[in-house]
């Protein structure tokens, strides 16, 4: 579930799409689907975001439910939203239904390692092609566009393996440092200020868009849909673009991407690893038995590791894009599935 002031019902439906074969190239047993609510979370009071989070799950709730449709947090939402949400929830139902919503506080149910298991999909998938292309990660370049949940995990994860973050964005502006930017500095700025500006630890860029642009070894578009396009894909110059976002390439982008050599790691493998995590969340709360963090953490990177290894296989026996090769795999088991199930008249 999003809350941002562009959602349209026509991007929520993509978003759903995405979703049922994000979840088929990763192998959980999830259908997929996704919501919105068209509003700017900037102008929300604390109690209004509160109001805003139970009042959707009160409208909604007959469609929400353990075995039939489990949310998760998105943009701009987060394990306090979806912990409001499980209490509306949970306040209707007269029980507590923990496995109806995931991403929630750990206090309330939720599971260690959800909040950045977005960004070590991410991390997994950028390890994994990297050492397919013989990129060595330690001394490499990397520029993240979106500094939220998904992309600061991302520049940390990355900043860990030995990557240099050369560039970082958010929604106010870009900063950019050949050196290296300091990523713990960032993170503590932002949770400081609510976001980059102001930031002293790099130089600000004219345009947030140059970010895209860099020369670098690794691209993490991790902010909104629509970032690369036919406007800008040709001067995109990193080796690996790891889509941390939904949909930053645009089809016709992607095509020039494609035929620069451009190694692109789709949204519905890359960031895969919240939806995954989501699921692992699921089953803890159907038995009612909690993991450690490193048993999550571990269960991510051998579906990651495994998803990714079957994409690439896809793409070299077909010789097509890594994204194609990505709906190959989960078109073919959404269809598999649907066989099986056959039709019932």
């Given at each position: 579930?999003?809350?941002?002031?562009?959602?349209?019902?026509?991007?929520?439906?993509?978003?759903?799409?995405?979703?049922?074969?994000?979840?088929?190239?990763?192998?959980?047993?999830?259908?997929?689907?996704?919501?919105?609510?068209?509003?700017?979370?900037?102008?929300?009071?604390?109690?209004?975001?509160?109001?805003?989070?139970?009042?959707?799950?009160?409208?909604?709730?007959?469609?929400?439910?353990?075995?039939?449709?489990?949310?998760?947090?998105?943009?701009?939402?987060?394990?306090?939203?979806?912990?409001?949400?499980?209490?509306?929830?949970?306040?209707?139902?007269?029980?507590?239904?923990?496995?109806?919503?995931?991403?929630?506080?750990?206090?309330?149910?939720?599971?260690?390692?959800?909040?950045?298991?977005?960004?070590?999909?991410?991390?997994?998938?950028?390890?994994?092609?990297?050492?397919?292309?013989?990129?060595?990660?330690?001394?490499?370049?990397?520029?993240?566009?979106?500094?939220?949940?998904?992309?600061?995990?991302?520049?940390?994860?990355?900043?860990?393996?030995?990557?240099?973050?050369?560039?970082?964005?958010?929604?106010?502006?870009?900063?950019?440092?050949?050196?290296?930017?300091?990523?713990?500095?960032?993170?503590?700025?932002?949770?400081?200020?609510?976001?980059?500006?102001?930031?002293?630890?790099?130089?600000?860029?004219?345009?947030?868009?140059?970010?895209?642009?860099?020369?670098?070894?690794?691209?993490?578009?991790?902010?909104?849909?629509?970032?690369?396009?036919?406007?800008?894909?040709?001067?995109?110059?990193?080796?690996?673009?790891?889509?941390?976002?939904?949909?930053?390439?645009?089809?016709?982008?992607?095509?020039?991407?494609?035929?620069?050599?451009?190694?692109?790691?789709?949204?519905?493998?890359?960031?895969?690893?919240?939806?995954?995590v989501s699921y692992l969340e699921w089953v803890q709360n159907r038995m009612g038995y909690y993991w450690p963090e490193q048993r999550v953490n571990d269960d991510l990177q051998r579906i990651m590791e495994a998803a990714f290894d079957?994409?690439?296989?896809?793409?070299?026996?077909?010789?097509?894009?890594?994204?194609?090769?990505?709906?190959?795999?989960?078109?073919?088991?959404?269809?598999?599935?649907?066989?099986?199930?056959?039709?019932?008249?």
């Amino acid at each position: 579930i999003r809350f941002h002031q562009d959602v349209t019902v026509d991007e929520v439906k993509a978003l759903a799409f995405w979703m049922t074969y994000k979840c088929a190239v990763v192998g959980i047993p999830m259908g997929g689907a996704k919501g919105g609510v068209v509003v700017d979370p900037r102008t929300l009071s604390p109690g209004e975001r509160e109001r805003l989070s139970r009042r959707y799950m009160a409208e909604m709730i007959d469609l929400f439910g353990p075995d039939s449709d489990v949310p998760g947090p998105d943009v701009n939402t987060g394990p306090q939203v979806m912990g409001w949400m499980l209490d509306t929830y949970v306040m209707h139902k007269r029980g507590f239904v923990p496995s109806v919503i995931t991403g929630k506080p750990m206090e309330l149910g939720g599971s260690a390692g959800r909040q950045s298991a977005t960004s070590r999909g991410i991390n997994c998938c950028v390890h994994k092609a990297a050492a397919r292309l013989g990129v060595k990660l330690e001394g490499a370049t990397a520029a993240i566009q979106g500094f939220g949940n998904v992309g600061s995990h991302a520049a940390k994860f990355l900043a860990q393996s030995g990557v240099r973050i050369v560039a970082i964005s958010d929604v106010e502006g870009a900063f950019r440092k050949a050196g290296g930017i300091d990523v713990d500095a960032a993170i503590a700025h932002v949770a400081r200020r609510g976001s980059l500006t102001g930031f002293k630890g790099a130089t600000p860029m004219r345009r947030a868009s140059q970010l895209l642009e860099l020369p670098v070894d690794i691209l993490v578009p991790a902010a909104l849909e629509n970032q690369i396009t036919t406007q800008n894909a040709a001067r995109v110059r990193a080796r690996i673009v790891a889509e941390g976002a939904n949909g930053p390439t645009t089809p016709a982008a992607d095509e020039i991407l494609g035929r620069r050599g451009t190694f692109v790691i789709p949204d519905i493998l890359c960031n895969a690893g919240g939806v995954t995590v989501s699921y692992l969340e699921w089953v803890q709360n159907r038995m009612g038995y909690y993991w450690p963090e490193q048993r999550v953490n571990d269960d991510l990177q051998r579906i990651m590791e495994a998803a990714f290894d079957e994409v690439y296989t896809t793409m070299q026996r077909h010789r097509v894009s890594m994204r194609i090769a990505a709906f190959m795999v989960a078109i073919r088991r959404v269809t598999e599935a649907s066989e099986m199930r056959g039709l019932y008249a």
